[in-house]
């Protein structure tokens, strides 16, 4: 392991992302190395997450990414996507150029067999949103609701929570057009009887709208429309905190 950290630390930034595969792997099998080994993959991975590169390299980095994306370990796709979070947020005004991509990539994620990728993927969409990176507005409401109501798994019924949580959260202080359709399929879910990870998702979304919106509801509440507030009512509040 230490000659092939050794390898890829000498072939500067843009060889390291020919050598992602190997320490996304070695990383998340740290716990068995030494201090020198996880000071060499930690190096290697801050000098990723932290660099400034070039429009060419980070194409081939999110191809590599995206490669990645498809690895058996989830240890390797969460630690993944911590690493995507840093790189596109750090190269952020390059980033619009490749955005179709770099959507696909989230997406996929969010449909990942295991919950804690798949809640890494949220927050990672929610603040591709925020910054604009991905646009947020009805395109992508429309596909989580339809996913959600058409969804079989529980996966794919998280997977689409997850994205509509994103979404909401991409909007922290305000109202967009959009939002309140979006939180009508949330509460749906978050009131199903059935105990199951999209409906622990949809509740901690509703919580923190309640949250981020509490100050300004006053004002927030004339966005939506009387059935709108019914049933955020229902799922948060007592009947006089909406009134």
Known sequence: MLFTLNKIIAFGLPGTWKW?????????????????????????????????????????????????????????RLTLLKLLQRVLFRNFFLNQV???KIEKLVFGMLDDSRPEVRECAGRTLSGLFRCKVIKPGDEQRIYFTKKLKEGKTDIERDSAVLGLEALIGSAPYDVPKWLPKTIEPLCQAASTSKASPSKVSAQRALREFKHTHHDQWEEHQHKFNDEQRHMLTDILVSPSYYA
């Open 98 to 100: 490749h955005s179709a």
């Open 20 to 76: 992602l595969g190997v320490l996304l792997k070695e990383t998340g099998q740290a716990e068995f190395s030494d201090d020198s080994d996880r000071d060499k993959m930690t190096r290697c991975l801050v000098a990723l997450a932290q660099s400034y590169q070039k429009r060419e390299v980070v194409a081939h980095g999110i191809d590599v990414m995206s490669e990645c994306a498809l690895k058996d370990s989830w240890q390797v």
